[in-house]
């Protein structure tokens, strides 16, 4: 059959269209492949991005380690300590150091070192002396430390001179009185059984918290009978340094009694240390002491304390750290309120390296008690480099 005129364009043009048709369909599908590729990598994107996640969470879920020091792995002997005494009292494999001459679980166990870097730690941070004293470590109960009166005699002489004998130094030997220093806290078995229960930091903070709060009294009063000697128990007197006995502490009058004469007070105490000490040299009184004298001004009318300017610096009088030790006394008539000196030279805290622990779990049941224990003693080493001020007219 013959085409038509009309009938042959319509079928040219049709012809003409399906290959126009065909480039436009190819086009959508090269941008569907393309959106579709743009998906799937989004899709990748986000896969690794939760996969990340994940792994961060399954981190920040896992039970940390100890702490004693900041990215330490628990030893070996200290998961034994934790998982097999401190949880189920089974010492099998644990190191054993007698508390006296008992053996066996009797005697108990000396903490891992973890665990005592962090009691140590904690120590350092919630007792006021321990942080500003010298703290030697120690391997028996004893500890003794020669120290010079009057420093190293010397001479000047010129070049073919002759060399004098100098005066030979006195030496002095100091002796810290020890004592044992204990803590008992308690923990129900149930607690310890519980393995979301962090024992060992838990354990920690309870020994350093009692043993701050008995070792914050010792070094400031400590008698020396069985327990630290505490700087205000040395002997007192207004002696200057080079005629003054060795090893006892000069105090500086307030110039009034049981108060201030004047906040000049404050200015002659601080002078009255040798310039020696003065570099980093620190007040140590109570909250009571030191709400009064931050309420003194000079005559221009700025005050003598300085809050810190920076986070983490302490505040300041007289351009000196001050330390709150809440067992300094209250000022009142002929009282010692007031300390101020170079504590790192002139205080000294010799300890047992080991706290030990023993686990008790029948004296008081269902609890299981940890009774630690720890040798410590103190004793002002160098009386030139503390002073006190007394609330007294002279």
């Known amino acids: 059959m013959e085409l038509s005129p009309k009938n042959e364009i319509s079928e040219k043009l049709e012809t003409k269209a399906d290959p126009l048709e065909a480039s436009f369909d190819a086009v959508v599908m090269a941008e569907d492949v393309a959106s579709h590729s743009n998906a799937i990598d989004t899709l990748r994107t986000d896969v690794d991005g939760l996969k990340s996640q994940m792994i961060d969470i399954s981190k920040a879920s896992a039970r940390p380690a100890l702490e004693g020091i900041k990215g330490m792995t628990a030893s070996p002997a200290a998961q034994d300590f934790v998982t097999k005494y401190l949880r189920r009292g089974d010492h099998t494999g644990i190191e054993l150091k007698s508390f006296s001459g008992a053996s066996g679980p009797e005697g108990g166990f000396a903490v891992p070192q973890e665990i005592d870097a962090l009691i140590g730690s904690t120590l350092k941070d919630i007792s006021p002396i321990r942080s500003i004293a010298t703290v030697v470590q ?55 059984d519980d393995a979301a229960f962090d024992v060992e930091t838990w354990l920690a903070d309870e020994i350093a918290r009692e043993f701050a709060q008995a070792e914050g009294s010792a070094f400031v009063n400590g008698s020396g009978t069985n327990q630290p000697r505490g700087f205000l128990n040395a002997a007192m007197t207004d002696e200057a340094d080079d005629v003054r006995a060795f090893g006892s502490l000069q105090y500086v009058p307030s110039g009034s009694s049981g108060s201030f004469s004047s906040e000049d007070a404050l200015v002659d105490l601080v002078h009255t240390l040798r310039p020696a000490y003065r570099q980093g040299a620190t007040f140590v009184m109570n909250s009571s002491t030191l709400a009064q004298i931050r309420k003194f001004k000079t005559a221009d009318g700025a005050f003598l304390w300085q809050p810190s300017l920076a986070n983490g610096q302490p505040d300041t009088l007289l351009g000196y750290p001050v330390v709150e030790a809440e067992d300094m006394p209250d000022i009142a008539a002929d009282s010692l309120s007031i300390a101020f000196g170079n504590f790192r030279a002139g205080y000294l805290i010799a300890e047992r390296s080991a706290t030990n622990i023993l686990r008790d779990p029948f004296t008081n049941k269902p609890f299981v008690h940890f009774y630690a224990t720890k040798r410590v003693g103190g004793q002002v080493m160098n009386s030139e480099a503390i002073k006190l001020m007394q609330f007294s007219a002279s």
């Open 138 to 192: 120690t391997g028996s109960a004893g500890y003794r430390k020669l120290v010079t009166d009057g420093g190293t005699p010397s001479g000047w002489v010129s070049e073919t001179a002759s060399r004098p004998e100098t005066d030979t130094p006195n030496f002095n030997e100091i002796a810290p009185p020890t004592g044992e220093l204990y803590a008992n806290p308690a923990a129900s078995q149930a607690m310890l």
